[in-house]
């Protein structure tokens, strides 16, 4: 798996994403597969824990690329995402060099011949050498390629989205020092947010704007049978059917689809052969993740089992 | 919704790689690349189910009639048709195009008259009947009907025919015109009501307009939370933070390599609303109490109180129902009583005093008509002396006040900020003032 895997059309991705066991519907293939066609970054918005970051990680995995993460926070700067340079390194070496440079310059007769002495040792010590990559720039360096997971965008200050740009639009940076680096091959942009804050117009406009919402019970149940293989049917069914109607509630926190899957693993290792509601009473606390919630839903489980219960039969 | 012409380029490149076979794709390629948020990708995709509503029914319908016109037809006309071929060598192009009733092709003239009428500029209803009568003209109704009066003489028969074509022709083009109204004009429309909504007096509007109003205050909410929930740290640059440098830089013997500068850290604003539901003011506190509560980004803190009588704090009711359930839950509290503005700020002073600190900035919402009970100005100025700033929101115009029960004046002397606010456009401007001034 020397070369990347090309994407030869919506239908290959959808499969390949499969293959990594990330069930993706058809409106997050057809994103995939045109960001890598007309070169543009995905946006990814949604609540969380829908997939939005594992989308990332299938991308990487099944194109057989190196995924580089770059979390945001409020505080990012552009030493920390994108180089920074090696002080201490650059301190020692002066340091080190410091005699050599006294006999490179000892020749000088006047200042001003010493300074132009210095001035043809070029920019020795803001060279490439002393350029610590950040995650970023790392991305730009791949030789084959990468897929870029810039994670949570809206956490991270309106400054940070601007240093951005340049990197989102022409896959290039500008270090006033060393001067622009672009990128050897164009990697794979994905960022994701949870729409904590609204990003600017400058950003959205670069990217394609994808949104992931909770899935269709369908699409969660090939989800489930993709992630925790060891489920049965019938459990299966009226698990999914179940959180489609606590979905349905007024909740502070809605499960999402990693908590769907969570629950899954659990009620799989208790080895329940289909849903109970003294079994779901018990493991509620890890598909809702508030005080408040798990009572407001209590009252709801018995119906919500039945239900369940009676659509797989008919179902 | 605004497409930039790059993000034009962008979708066409996008729609060149995809291809136009399937709907359902190119719906969900234009949506990414188009739409920037879940609102917009909502407005898009209905905006592209109604551009393409029209082409296929239309086109299936005419094809219908078409089939069942051939299977009619077929014994008459090889009867007339050497008469027939005889005769539509001297008709104009369109009776000719509508005795062959082939759909695409009519399809095909009728969108070119539509763009050379320039049919994307309709914006009102009115409009439509000229521009019905253009998109005729320029397919060449007048001489349709010139060959029609000809025919009625010499081929009745095929005149027959020609005007059960001519009738379809403009039913199809007066669908187009209405289509492309609901597609071109809707924007204008609403533009124009929202107008007129914005200045109208919320207490006066019409039970059936609460809920656009609401979605315009909302609206608005949306407008203020995107200019003022920008970053609250600002750096003073010049201003060198020497003690955080010194601690960066110990590594290095404290040779200052990195430098930190100073911040400035701003407020968000807190807000302490107190709103008289009594009578008529009562339509303008709901407004308000939806768009103060709308601004969570903007406002770090609000606590809300409703009063007519006596006083209550509703922060609660506000954040955990739908606006209508709210209001009728406040209404059904303290609502529809004769205002007593006294006994309400007492109310406020004995039990959320505290609540109120140099950051806050107090609004008040009401027509100061204290029904000459006791009105209290002594608690306003203690209310005033404790936070940084009184605002005094009145519905009714500065003509009216002092005049009969209003003890607008004595309030007065005790706020910073008097202003009318009948309006969603005034009461739009109020909040934005007060949010403005923190920053």
């Known amino acids: ?315 | 919704m605004h497409v930039s012409p790059a993000e034009s380029i962008d979708a066409m490149r996008a729609v060149s790689k995809i291809g136009f076979d399937e709907r359902g794709i190119l719906r969900d390629t234009l949506l990414l690349t188009l739409a920037k948020s879940e609102d917009e990708k909502k407005a898009l995709g209905a905006c592209f189910d109604l551009f393409f509503s029209q082409p296929e029914p239309s086109k299936s319908d005419t094809r219908n009639e078409s089939d069942t016109a051939n299977e009619n037809q077929p014994p008459q006309d090889q009867g007339g048709q050497p008469a027939g071929g005889g005769q539509s060598q001297n008709l104009g192009p369109l009776a000719q195009m509508l005795l062959t009733q082939d759909p695409a092709e009519i399809a095909a003239a009728m969108a070119n008259a539509a763009s050379a009428a320039n049919l994307s500029d309709i914006r009102y209803f009115t409009q439509r009947g000229l521009f019905s009568s253009r998109i005729l003209e320029r397919m060449g109704i007048a001489r349709l009907n010139d060959d029609l009066d000809n025919l009625t003489v010499t081929n009745p028969a095929l005149a027959e025919r020609l005007t059960t074509a001519t009738d379809a022709l403009r039913e199809m083009v007066r669908d187009r015109v209405a289509q492309a109204l609901l597609l071109y004009g809707r924007e204008e429309a609403e533009n124009l009501r929202n107008e007129i909504l914005r200045n109208a007096p919320l207490a006066r509007i019409e039970p059936r307009q609460i809920e656009e109003m609401r979605a315009l205050i909302r609206r608005m909410a949306r407008r203020l939370r995107e200019r003022f929930s920008k970053p609250r740290k600002r750096q003073r640059r010049g201003h060198l933070d020497v003690r955080r440098t010194l601690r960066r830089n110990a590594a290095w013997g404290s040779v200052p390599f990195l430098t930190a500068w100073k911040r400035k850290h701003r407020d968000k604003p807190k807000i302490v609303a107190l709103c008289d539901v009594s009578g008529s003011v009562a339509r303008v506190s709901d407004f308000f109490l939806l768009l103060i509560h709308s601004l969570h980004e903007v406002v770090s803190d609000v606590r809300s109180y409703a009063f007519s009588g006596h006083l209550i704090e509703v922060s609660d009711i506000l954040e955990s129902k739908s606006a209508e359930e709210a209001m009728k839950d406040i209404m059904g509290k303290v609502g529809f009583g004769s205002s007593d503005y006294g006994s309400s700020f007492a109310d406020f002073e004995r039990q959320w005093m505290e609540t109120v600190t140099p950051q806050t900035t107090v609004i008040v919402l009401g027509d100061a008509r204290s029904n000459n009970l006791d009105p209290g100005a002594d608690i306003l100025r203690r209310i005033s002396e404790r936070s940084k700033r009184v605002v005094w929101l009145n519905p009714e115009g500065r003509l009216t006040w002092g005049f009969g029960d209003s003890e607008m004046p004595r309030y007065q002397t005790f706020c910073n900020v008097v202003r009318q606010c009948a309006t969603a456009q005034q009461l739009e401007r109020a909040v934005s003032d007060i949010v403005v001034t923190y920053h």
Request: charged share 25%; proline share 4%.
């Open chain 1, 1 to 315: 798996m020397s070369e990347p895997r090309p994407l030869a059309s919506i239908e290959a991705v959808e499969s390949g994403l499969a293959s990594q066991g990330y069930i993706a519907s058809r409106q997050i293939a057809t994103a995939v597969y045109l960001s890598e066609q007309i070169a543009k970054p995905i946006l990814v918005e949604g609540p969380a824990g829908v997939g939005k970051t594992e989308l990332a990680k299938a991308v990487a995995g099944w194109r057989g690329l190196k995924m580089i993460r770059l979390q945001c926070y409020e505080g990012l700067d552009e030493a920390k995402a994108l180089y920074e340079w090696k002080y201490a390194k650059q301190l020692l070496y002066t340091q080190i060099l410091k005699d050599k440079l006294g006999e490179v310059l000892g020749g000088a007769e006047t200042l001003h011949a010493a300074l132009d002495q210095l001035h043809d040792f070029g920019d020795v010590f803001f060279s490439k050498e002393f350029v610590e990559p950040r995650p970023l720039l790392q991305a730009l360096e791949q030789p084959r390629g990468c897929v870029l997971l810039i994670d949570e965008i809206d956490k991270s200050d309106a400054e940070f989205e601007s240093l951005l740009l340049e990197i989102l639009s022409d896959f290039q940076v500008s270090i006033p020092e060393l001067g622009t680096i672009a990128a050897a091959v164009a990697p794979t942009v994905i960022l994701t947010s949870n729409s904590e804050r609204n990003l600017g117009d400058a950003l959205k406009r670069r990217c394609l704007h994808l949104h992931i919402g909770f899935p269709e019970q369908k699409l969660e149940e090939r989800i489930v049978e993709s992630r925790v293989p060891g489920i049965s049917q019938t459990l299966r069914k009226q698990l999914v059917s179940f959180i489609h109607s606590i979905r349905t509630l007024d909740l502070k926190k809605q499960p999402s689809v990693s908590e769907t899957i969570d629950w899954a693993r659990v009620l799989v290792l208790l080895q329940a052969p289909e849903l109970g509601h003294e079994m779901v009473k018990d493991t509620l606390n890890v598909l809702l993740k508030y005080e408040s919630d798990v009572e407001a839903a209590l009252p709801h489980v018995t119906t919500f089992v039945a239900n369940a219960q009676r659509q797989n039969v008919f179902g």
